[in-house]
């Protein structure tokens, strides 16, 4: 069986995403091609598409990015409905992931993704929304355990070319509230804040956080 896995998130290879796919691919037998590629490559688009052509089954993963998904995921998917006949029949798996802990919030995307694949005339076989996937960046695999083990399952499933099993759907996409502890810390010491303030700092961008780029001014 040949699987592409296409992995959506700007953070290329260094992403949740590719670690979420990682944990999947640990468990597939040799029998299972896989062929991952990066919507971050984009500019080499039309090869991309070349490379998993031949493929059976596709997942496509990707992180909620301002309650939609990033630029480039959708770029890479509009490229594909270009050349639908090639997908046309075949099984298409998502994941979609988000920092915050409601898994909901991925509702109204998660809805363009079973448009996508009726419009592309593929099978969707199953989508998964899960949140809080922003702690997979700091935390060891085996603080995931249970996450992990089910992510496993979902790698059967796409081998065996079945959906998704429901019971695992469910535990993944299902809210989680965070302890009282965890959640005095992060209020009154903002964790969170320093965290995504280092990463803006990071990518030299920390001065900018507040620009509106898209703002209309109002003329004098
Ligand atoms: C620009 C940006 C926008 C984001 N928007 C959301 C959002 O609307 N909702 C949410 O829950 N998480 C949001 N996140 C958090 C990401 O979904 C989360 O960090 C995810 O784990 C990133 O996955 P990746 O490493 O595969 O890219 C955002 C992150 C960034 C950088």
């Known amino acids: 069986m040949k699987l592409a896995i296409i992995n959506g998130s700007p953070r290329g290879r260094k992403s949740n995403s590719n670690r979420i796919t990682e944990w999947m691919t640990s468990v597939m037998s040799e029998n299972t091609e896989v062929t991952k590629v990066f919507a971050v490559d984009i500019c080499k688009n039309s090869t991309l598409l070349k490379e998993i052509q031949g493929c059976d089954s596709f997942l496509v993963i990707f992180p909620l990015y301002t309650d939609a998904m990033p630029g480039i995921t959708k770029e890479l998917m509009e490229s594909m409905y270009e050349y639908k006949n090639i997908f046309l029949g075949k099984q298409i798996y998502f994941i979609i992931?988000?920092?915050?802990?409601?898994?909901?919030?991925?509702?109204?995307?998660?809805?363009?993704?079973?448009?996508?694949?009726?419009?592309?005339?593929?099978?969707?076989?199953?989508?998964?929304?899960?949140?809080?996937?922003?702690?997979?960046?700091?935390?060891?695999?085996?603080?995931?355990?249970?996450?992990?083990?089910?992510?496993?399952?979902?790698a059967r499933n796409i081998e065996n070319l079945e959906p998704?099993?429901?019971?695992?759907?469910?535990?993944?996409?299902?809210?989680?509230?965070?302890?009282?502890?965890?959640?005095?810390?992060?209020?009154?010491?903002?964790?969170?804040?320093?965290?995504?303030?280092?990463?803006l700092k990071v990518n030299g961008v920390y001065e900018r956080r507040f620009d509106r780029p898209y703002e209309i001014k109002k003329k004098d």
Do not use: C
Request: glycine share 10%.
């Open 97 to 154: 992931h988000s920092g915050f802990p409601e898994a909901s919030q991925s509702i109204v995307v998660e809805k363009y993704t079973k448009l996508f694949a009726s419009l592309m005339g593929m099978k969707y076989s199953g989508g998964i929304r899960m949140g809080g996937s922003e702690a997979l960046q700091i935390a060891p695999d085996n603080y995931f355990g249970k996450k992990k083990l089910v992510y496993e399952k979902l």
């Open 164 to 199: 998704f099993d429901y019971e695992a759907t469910e535990y993944l996409s299902r809210t989680r509230k965070r302890g009282v502890i965890v959640r005095f810390i992060l209020n009154h010491m903002n964790l969170n804040g320093m965290y995504w303030d280092r990463i």
